[in-house]
């Protein structure tokens, strides 16, 4: 029983070293200039300042998007390039969003309405699959959002949809993927990729091109698949 409670006991210890050890002076300093830019581009996306301000530059009015979450950036998306699907799993954030694409006039974007609850196997959920109905190659960017628990099975299918010079875009890449960042619970160098999914991914796009961005608060990487591989 002592031991049981010595477990307990640094469990819970650890617990909390972990859930505060990011309340930092640079931490604090992080969280004011994120809340600014907030302030100041509310309807920007909610990935990094350094990411929105990259993809402004590169996404063309040509270009045909997809992206897992919806929200900010598909109204920001929308009025950037030709067509925008998005896929969202929450039927009320699924009605708001719906209400403000319909506001702005935005006939460009496909909102899906997809579950990804009570599948064994969650790649096969509506929610992952949606994607599948794009062919190879056509798509010039994906944005990996939405649920955490699906977003290594997102990425990997986006792969093959990416267009030779397109962009991958995944937001909290810093929780997944073993990394430097200051972000809280950001998954240190010394770790193993947070899943097999993730570690497949990882061996998929050794050969791409990667900007990687942090406000120190979250992350966001961005993938560039290269024209010939």
């Given at each position: 029983?002592?031991?049981l409670r010595n477990g307990i006991r640094n469990?819970?210890?650890?617990?909390?070293?972990?859930?505060?050890?990011?309340?930092?002076?640079?931490?604090?300093?992080?969280?004011?200039?994120?809340?600014?830019?907030?302030?100041?581009?509310?309807?920007?996306?909610?990935?990094?300042?350094?990411?929105?301000?990259?993809?402004?530059?590169?996404?063309?009015?040509?270009?045909?998007?997809?992206?897992?979450?919806?929200?900010?950036?598909?109204?920001?998306?929308?009025?950037?390039v030709k067509h925008l699907t998005s896929v969202?799993?929450?039927?009320?954030?699924?009605?708001?969003?719906?209400?403000?694409?319909?506001?702005?006039?935005?006939?460009?974007?496909?909102?899906?309405?997809?579950?990804?609850?009570?599948?064994?196997?969650?790649?096969?959920?509506?929610?992952?699959?949606?994607?599948?109905?794009?062919?190879?190659?056509?798509?010039?960017?994906?944005?990996?959002?939405?649920?955490?628990?699906?977003?290594?099975?997102?990425?990997?299918?986006?792969?093959?949809?990416?267009?030779?010079?397109?962009?991958?875009?995944?937001?909290?890449?810093?929780?997944?993927?073993?990394?430097?960042?200051?972000?809280?619970?950001?998954?240190?160098?010394?770790?193993?990729?947070?899943?097999?999914?993730?570690?497949?991914?990882?061996?998929?796009?050794?050969?791409?091109?990667?900007?990687?961005?942090?406000?120190?608060i979250a992350d966001t990487a961005i993938w560039?698949?290269?024209?010939?591989?």
């Amino acid at each position: 029983m002592k031991y049981l409670r010595n477990g307990i006991r640094n469990v819970v210890r650890n617990w909390k070293s972990r859930s505060i050890r990011h309340l930092t002076p640079v931490y604090a300093l992080n969280r004011i200039k994120v809340f600014l830019y907030e302030m100041r581009h509310p309807d920007h996306p909610w990935l990094t300042q350094q990411a929105n301000l990259i993809l402004s530059y590169l996404l063309k009015p040509q270009d045909v998007g997809f992206e897992w979450g919806s929200g900010r950036s598909t109204l920001w998306f929308a009025r950037r390039v030709k067509h925008l699907t998005s896929v969202e799993h929450d039927e009320r954030w699924y009605n708001q969003v719906l209400d403000k694409i319909r506001a702005a006039n935005l006939v460009n974007v496909n909102l899906l309405l997809k579950d990804f609850k009570g599948y064994e196997m969650q790649e096969e959920s509506p929610y992952v699959q949606a994607i599948t109905n794009f062919n190879n190659n056509s798509l010039d960017f994906v944005l990996v959002d939405g649920p955490l628990t699906y977003r290594d099975f997102c990425a990997n299918l986006a792969l093959e949809k990416i267009r030779p010079g397109g962009i991958l875009v995944v937001d909290d890449a810093n929780l997944y993927i073993p990394c430097d960042s200051i972000s809280p619970n950001s998954r240190s160098k010394i770790f193993a990729p947070e899943s097999r999914e993730w570690m497949r991914f990882l061996n998929r796009v050794k050969g791409w091109h990667q900007i990687w961005t942090s406000s120190g608060i979250a992350d966001t990487a961005i993938w560039f698949k290269p024209f010939r591989e």
